[in-house]
């Protein structure tokens, strides 16, 4: 693949974007001391030694590069596309002294980071907002030749909670949001008072997911990460199928999401019209087949609560996000569905960014309720990071050398067929295998998917709201005020 820059494009500090730009960012993504997901998309399996391969870019001159590829890669020109470019002048230094991840904190100066987007940072407040300004050597350009963007100022404010952006909303203190399934009918019925429009997108690619740890890995204080009894229950694939069969989806969908959702069992939304199978294995809500399932697998109840063969009661904890109301809610049905099998759930809430720091870093958590977004395109290409063993998404068990389970390793093979051809047909039937891997072994217990709404001012002229991400600003660049804003 050969990739040829526009010409005359800078960053926001008048500096040339170069192709040794993309060298420098791609030389920092495949950096393993960079944490970040993007590197999951390069990944070409492993060589002899072992080693991941990732395919190699050559600077060909100051606007040109070439990739050279270890295997097809049916989407690779989006992978590309997905790099985050940053300047090599700005922070070629910092990173050549191993200070790339300080420098890159928004409390190092924001306003100084040069930008090649519409806009630039103006400022960062931790916890309260972050204020974008407009960027004037911006390339693109409207029909009539008026460099974007057509705003001066774009603010994203951060709420603490679902709850406190729907007041704020009602309030006139934001232009747009997205609208939880909870909160349509209240928003719906002050449409013209309010002067703003609810959109109806349609089945959302949004998925919410229940998982269970399967790490086998010890931490740094030589302690398992999982403690090796609950490992024993969660690792035996028909304790995650009883606890999917206990799970009463359409009760989730009633009374956690006001009717608007569906119940889901696959790694796909039904939105996803292009990959969702819908003829793979599901678990709809059923007591006994979740009896059924534990007594083979050796489980007893003893005076109404859950036993294992050794006599340790089934007790473990679930930890979520505790801005998201939603998912606290969810937990709360779950926890009541698995009492009816004896199980004691403790439901754990913490701050979204102690939740990822648990998956992501210090592994310490039995369960955990998140969801999923979707990648754009929503192409099972871009999802690497969670469906191959050594992705940084595989949150189950991520980070594998070589892939633990056989089940794992087929699932790998099978992304990689899947990738390697563009023939629909043919993608799809890896595809498929991948779901039906997937249903069958439920390394993440699908819950529902929601339906997709949004919200905007009337005063937003070109807001063209997206079912893909980012649906509410896709277009920001062609965004303007067709009147002041009220307040």
Known sequence: YTFKLREGITWSDGKPITAQDFAFSYKVITDPSIPNSTVDLFRQGVDAQGNTRFPTLTVLDERTFRFQLHQPDVLFHVNVASIRTVPEHAWGKAYAEGRFNQIMRLNEKPEDMPASGPFRIQSFASGERVVLVRNPRYWKVDKQGYRLPYLDKVIFAVVRDFNAQFVRFKDRELDAIEVRPEHYDALKREEAKGEFKVHDLGPALATYYLMFNLDSRTGKDGKPYVDPIKKGWFEDVRFRKAVSHAIDRDGIVRTVMAGRGVPLYSYFSPGNKKWFNPDTASYPYDLDKARALLTEAGFVMKDGKLHDL????VEFSVTTNSENATRIAMLNVIKDDLAKLGMAVHLRPAPFNEVVSAMRNARNFDAILLGWGSAV???????????????????WDPHQA????????EMDDALYANAATSDFAERKKH???????????????MLVSPNQFVAGRDHLGNFRPSALRPMLSWNVEQMFLTQKRKR
Not at 402 to 409: A, N, Q, Y
């Open 310 to 313: 050794q006599g340790h009661p």
């Open 377 to 395: 395109p929503p192409d099972p290409a871009q999802s690497k990071n969670v469906l191959l063993s050594s992705g940084s998404g595989h949150a």
């Open 402 to 409: 070589t892939p633990v389970r056989p089940w794992e390793r």
């Open 431 to 445: 595809m498929d295998r991948i779901l039906a891997i997937w249903a069958e072994q439920l390394p993440q217990i």
